[in-house]
Every structure is written in structure tokens, then in C-alpha cells.
């Protein structure tokens, strides 16, 4: 079965301090690895979508990168309204129809 | 704002009332998903339409939960008899066929008390 797990849970930066966030994954047949930011009591907001091993994407100060088994989102020297929950989502590799959602990583970036 | 609609914001009901809820996708999109997501979860995937043709229900979804897009645009999902373990943020998100990516829309919270 399909599965995403993510870590760290939670995670406290202070601005300016980069990290990454950790997507991993087992899926039969990727069709795609998809990157959510989600404000509280907001729905998900589309950041990214991956399909291959070795490929990124960047968007300010985010970059999502990609191998067989896991997914990274880097984060540059974040700011404050970087505060959020990242969520990573696989799309069914069998009838390409169905989304595995992560239980997402909090983060808070302290000024 | 990505251009998906649902209505209610909020809706509070008793246990045991029904409950609809609408949801209006972007318009050349034609594909529409439901989820629900509990606190601390991510959003778990409920059912899937194509048009007007509901392809795909997760197997986890009770008989109470009904869901109908008659018309390929907009839908509605309806749980009859709502239980308190119902309640949970409901949303829906849209997708241009091929393009992979869904766009969600505010969701509904449901509290059943």
C-alpha cells in the first residue's frame, strides 16, 4: 500500500536559519510527488509537483528536490510568514487516481 | 484564493441530522476530489469525480457519505445521520485533467455535537 511519512513533526528555525523537511515514500509507480503549504484553518495551498529522481524545483526561498525513496524541501533563510505545516502528498501509482497525503511538518520560524 | 469554492464555512449539527455540503471547482477543471482531514492529519481521500462520473470511493467511506456531481461542475457531499466522530475539516479540490496538481478549496469544518 501506498505510503508517505514525513519528519520532523514539528520544527522551530530561527529566521534566517535554513533546513530541510523530509518526504518519504513508497509508492508502486510514481506519478508524481506534490508539496502543500497549509495555513491554519485554510485548505492546502500547491507549491510543487516532482516526477522524477534528481529533478527540483525552486520558488523563493523554498526548493523541493526528489529521489526514488524521498523527497526534501529545503528552506533559505526563512522569514516569519514562512510559518506553516508542509505537507507531502503521492499520487496512486496504480490507477493514478488516488492522493497519499503525509501528516505534515509544522513549522514555526521565530524572528 | 485558487478559484474553489465551498460552502459552508462552518456548519454545527447534532448527531443523528444530515448535512450538505457544496463545493464549486474551477471551471475548466474536471476533475473533483473530497477529502477529509482531522487535526495533526493530512487529508485523506474520500472520493473522486471525472466529469460527472464518480469514479473512485475510498473504502473507508461509511454508506452515510454520499457524494453527486450532476452536471460535471459543481458537487455536493452528504453525510445522513452524522455521528461526532464526523466531525473533521471537509475539502475539495479540483484538477485539470492531465495536469496533476489540485488546487483545494477553504473547506468546510463540521462539528457535530
Known amino acids: 500500500e501506498d505510503q508517505v511519512t514525513q519528519s520532523p513533526e514539528a520544527l522551530r528555525l530561527q529566521e534566517g536559519e535554513s533546513s530541510s523537511l523530509n518526504c518519504s515514500y513508497t509508492v508502486s509507480g510514481l506519478r508524481g510527488l506534490f508539496w502543500y503549504r497549509q495555513d491554519p484553518g485554510k485548505g492546502p495551498e500547491f507549491l510543487f509537483t516532482l516526477y522524477s529522481a534528481g529533478e527540483e524545483k525552486e520558488k523563493e526561498r523554498l526548493k523541493a528536490t526528489l529521489t526514488k525513496k524521498e523527497s526534501f524541501l529545503h528552506i533559505t533563510a526563512p522569514k516569519p510568514e514562512d510559518s506553516a505545516t508542509y505537507l507531502c502528498?503521492?499520487?496512486?501509482?496504480?490507477?493514478?487516481?488516488?492522493?497519499?497525503f503525509g501528516t505534515g511538518t509544522s513549522l514555526t520560524v521565530i524572528p | 484564493d485558487t478559484g474553489v469554492s465551498q460552502d459552508p464555512r462552518h456548519k454545527i449539527t447534532k448527531r443523528g441530522q444530515n448535512v450538505t455540503f457544496r463545493c464549486d471547482p474551477i471551471s475548466e477543471h474536471n476533475r473533483l476530489y473530497w477529502y477529509r482531514q482531522t487535526l495533526g492529519q493530512g487529508p485523506e481521500f474520500l472520493t473522486y469525480?471525472?466529469?460527472?462520473?464518480?469514479?473512485?470511493k475510498s473504502r473507508l467511506l461509511s454508506d452515510r457519505f454520499s457524494a453527486e456531481r450532476p452536471k460535471g461542475s459543481f458537487s455536493t457531499l452528504e453525510i445522513q445521520r452524522t455521528e461526532q466522530g464526523d466531525s473533521a475539516m471537509y475539502l475539495c479540490?479540483?484538477?485539470?485533467?492531465?495536469?496533476?496538481?489540485?488546487?483545494f478549496g477553504p473547506g468546510t469544518r463540521l462539528t457535530v455535537t
Open positions: 479540490a479540483s484538477e485539470r485533467g492531465g495536469a496533476y496538481e489540485q488546487y
Open positions: 502528498a503521492v499520487r496512486d501509482g496504480v490507477t493514478g487516481n488516488q492522493f497519499y
Open positions: 469525480f471525472q466529469n460527472e462520473a464518480q469514479l473512485e
